[in-house]
């Protein structure tokens, strides 16, 4: 029986080698991808969410002094936490 340890090993150094990537927003703020896009974390980010993700309003939870703008998508934008 073959060992599954290298396809393992192999499925974490693709996730890992996808790498991270930083931009400019068109609203002044910055986008950071990890994962190869399944994890975004925007920064001042006040752009409306599509219509095909789970939307949670944070801010509505938390209840902070105000909105931050930040957005976070998880699962390429099938759910999207955002404050503001």
Known sequence: ???KLP???TLVLVLLASGCATRNTGSGGKETTLLGGAITYSK???QPTTAATV???TSKIIGKNGPSGSKTTLLWGLITLRDY
């Open 7 to 9: 396809l393992a090993a």
């Open 1 to 3: 029986m073959k060992s």
């Open 55 to 57: 939307d949670a309003d």
């Open 44 to 46: 001042d980010s006040f």
